[in-house]
């Protein structure tokens, strides 16, 4: 499999920063570059993050769901955030302790079942009775 050059930086800080909350300018960038879609910023100190998981912590579901189905990868934090209660539970039982584990910015995953709204309302019950 031939190596592809690397996406250039201030195109990937771009990206990331727009999944924030900037739908058509992330609509515009993935048709620009579509290996957009899985890459990752790192904010200093490891503090890495997708586009993917800057609209998880932000609750844009349409942001969210618009990567998802473009193929980034699905984590437990975009899960969480999307309200999909049987994936949050699998993974948990799988791996209990990720309960615990920070996402992007250290935002812990009970705050993107908050940012999912009455969509990820069951997913905060169930993690509010975990702690």
């Known amino acids: ?42 904010w200093g100190g490891g503090d890495f993050e997708t586009a993917l998981g800057a609209a998880s912590h932000m609750g844009r579901k349409d942001i969210a769901s618009f990567l998802l189905e473009r193929g980034a990868r699905l984590d437990i934090f975009a899960a969480t955030m999307l309200g999909k209660l049987d994936v949050v539970k699998a993974a948990l039982e799988a791996y209990p302790d990720a309960i615990n584990t920070p996402g992007p910015h250290g935002i812990p995953l009970i705050a993107h079942a908050q940012a999912g709204g009455e969509d990820a309302k069951e997913v905060f019950e169930f993690l509010a009775g975990k702690k």
Do not use: C, I, Y
């Not at 050059?5 to 960038?29: C, D």
């Open 1 to 42: 499999m031939e190596k592809k050059p690397a996406l250039e930086l201030k195109l990937v800080e771009e990206f990331v920063s727009n999944a924030h909350g900037n739908f058509e300018r992330v609509q515009e960038l993935l048709a620009q570059e579509p290996a957009l879609v899985n890459a990752t910023w790192d």
